[in-house]
């Protein structure tokens, strides 16, 4: 979107004052009950006057959820691109809106019902343990395949048109009060189509949700017989 170079901390500390430039980094979330940063996030900041009194006071134009603190599952990797593009086309939405009545990425994300005919894949590991045989015969029946990581993984990388694959993003050990954050992702686009967080607890482990799926599930077409 625009020109970029890499910068070290000490150059960062030197221009992290000038309105001219924005800074793309790493950044760690804590919750109130988490005793530790569970969750690694990408964050565009815009440099300015209040710089000096930290990154916390920098004006933030997107954050977005990147991988698990601790022991991230490698598959960040894959997205990377992906996560990049999105937060480049929002910043360039913003410039072209008040960003602050974007809504945030869940607003930001395309509407299902545009992506009607395209192939749905879930990974198996980003559904929550609550997810029943009922919410599974949905996602049949609205023409969505859970398979394994490696194989979402693959069409993520190898960017196969038409298809829109799941990401998720929690702490490697959650605890209650920890956040888990879904996404669908166009892997050809890298378009964003749906975005959501909830908070774990006793009852809601990481992963799509059943009302994820429900959700989801509206904007599907119903299987041919």
């Not at 790493?26 to 900041?45: A, S, Y």
């Not at 859970?146 to 998720?168: Q, R």
């Amino acid at each position: 979107v625009s020109p970029y170079e890499f910068c070290d901390l000490n150059e960062f500390e030197k221009l992290k004052g000038s309105d001219q430039y924005y800074f793309m980094m790493i950044t760690q979330g804590q919750f109130k009950d988490e005793t530790e940063p569970g969750i690694q996030f990408i964050t565009l900041v815009k440099g300015g006057a209040d710089a000096s009194k930290g990154i916390d006071s920098m004006l933030e134009v997107v954050t977005v959820p990147f991988a698990a603190a601790d022991f991230p599952s490698g598959r960040e990797l894959v997205y990377l691109p992906a996560l990049i593009d999105i937060i480049q086309n929002y910043a360039v939405t913003s410039t072209e809106k008040d960003f602050s009545n974007l809504g945030g990425l869940p607003a930001f994300a395309s509407n299902l019902s545009k992506a009607d005919d395209m192939a749905v894949f879930i990974a198996e590991e980003d559904l929550s343990n609550e997810i029943t045989d009922e919410e599974r015969a949905l996602m049949a029946e609205r023409s969505i395949t859970v398979t394994d990581s490696e194989t979402v993984d693959e069409m993520a990388d190898g960017k196969t048109p038409g298809t829109i694959v799941s990401y998720t993003v929690a702490p490697d050990e959650p605890v209650a009060g920890s956040f888990c954050y879904k996404m669908l992702i166009d892997t050809n686009t890298h378009e964003l189509y749906y975005f959501r967080k909830h908070r774990i607890n006793k009852k809601l482990s990481s992963g799509f949700l059943t009302e994820d799926i429900k959700r989801i599930s509206l904007f599907r077409p119903k299987k041919k017989q």
